[in-house]
């Protein structure tokens, strides 16, 4: 029993010696890795830790010198055919998609954003305050005093904006808020000349919906202040205007074929008077945030060709929406080969080529070079 015990004695003092020896070897700068740690680096030089890795900058959208050409479409996230079927006949797929939703009937769901984003395009809202489904002249000369601007600027919709607020600060991707837009006109309830509305408060109206969103938090808003281009009787912009605080993007409405205006018009026809207006009180990015052209005289295509000529002219303006509706007029373009044929021509150059993802923050901002049209 006692030469047993001696054995073990012995045994246990070489295994000691056997340990020390190895923690030698290991911890000697310059040596192999722990074997025992099955391939970890060596104890002197740590393993960096993933917060430690730097992340590159998010992307601006769109980059300096891109401009991204979005679509508004009459289903927009309930039923994507209508943009599946633009992107597969122009070979261009929008980064942006637009949306109309109504205070009297629409709320908040995550889905209608999140649908979106997940397909690579940022969402835009035309956030407008009233029942679209009215018919007769309340549906065409604004006349709802349900949602005069001064109710809304005295909180009589609160709770509504406030569950606004709070889903899309849920979502932690940018979404575009193009709230109570064509203002300068007469033909919806938040004009400042129909509705019993008296001159201010559209921009009271404007600041107390963005300062919900404030105070809730919901900074991912790229606020879209966004009048119909300027025409003989409309209201002066300037004085509509809620101010640089609460603007990101100036949005512009404006068609080749509207009421009134029957013979030809170019692009720059159309818009190059307002841009010049603008220039005199802000130099926020310009989006044309609803655009389209008639073929009823079959100048559709030379239009659209003209456009993506005259464009480039224009470094203020960094995205165009396309109105894919048939309403008031057909607009779309997806039936006419040539106009098919014309924008993808157009889009195909390189300051389109514009992509979007969740982590993109939207440009604010332009190059000094950009300050006039």
């Not at 917060?51 to 590159?56: D, E, I, N, Y």
């Not at 261009?92 to 109309?100: A, D, E």
């Not at 005093?145 to 109710?151: E, F, G, Q, S, V």
Request: proline fraction near 8%; include cysteine.
């Amino acid at each position: 029993m006692r030469h047993h015990a001696l054995s073990i004695t012995a045994a246990a003092v070489i295994l000691a010696a056997l340990v020390a020896y190895i923690g030698y070897v290991v911890s000697r700068p310059g040596s192999v890795a722990n074997p025992f740690t099955d391939g970890a680096a060596p104890s002197h030089t740590p393993r960096p830790s993933a917060s430690a890795t730097p992340k590159p900058p998010p992307a601006p959208f769109p980059a300096r010198g891109k401009v991204f050409l979005g679509v508004q479409t009459a289903t927009g996230p309930f039923d994507f055919t209508p943009v599946d079927d633009f992107a597969t006949a122009t070979g261009y797929r929008p980064p942006v998609l637009q949306f109309t939703q109504g205070w009297a009937g629409d709320t908040f769901h995550t889905d209608n954003f999140n649908k979106i984003a997940e397909r690579g395009m940022m969402p835009i809202v035309a956030w407008e305050p009233w029942d679209y489904n009215t018919t007769g002249a309340a549906r065409h000369n604004g006349d709802q005093p349900t949602y005069r601007l001064a109710r809304i600027t005295a909180g009589d919709f609160d709770d509504y904006v406030h569950t606004w607020a709070e889903g899309i600060k849920s979502l932690g991707y940018p979404v575009g808020i193009r709230f109570a837009h064509e203002m300068n006109g007469f033909w919806y309830p938040w004009c400042e000349s129909a509705n019993g509305n008296r001159p201010g408060d559209y921009v009271k109206a404007f600041r107390h919906v963005h300062d919900i969103f404030t105070e809730v938090g919901a900074t991912n808003v790229v606020w879209i202040w966004s009048p119909n281009v300027t025409y003989s009787g409309a209201k002066p912009l300037e004085n509509l205007y809620p101010g640089n605080k609460y603007v990101d993007w100036v949005g512009l409405s404006g068609y080749y074929g509207t009421e009134g205006r029957t013979g030809y018009q170019s692009f720059n026809t159309i818009f190059t008077r307002t841009f010049t207006e603008l220039r005199r009180f802000t130099k926020r990015p310009i989006v044309i945030t609803e655009t389209g052209a008639t073929n009823a005289n079959g100048q559709q295509a030379r239009w659209i060709t003209q456009t993506f000529q005259q464009l480039p002219q224009h470094a203020n303006v960094i995205g165009v929406i396309w109105f894919e509706v048939d309403k008031e007029l057909d607009w779309r373009i997806v039936e006419n080969p040539d106009s098919v044929k014309a924008f993808a021509k157009g889009s195909s150059a390189g300051r389109y080529a514009v992509t979007w993802n969740e982590n993109t923050v939207p440009r604010t901002t332009l190059s000094a070079s950009a300050g006039s049209s």
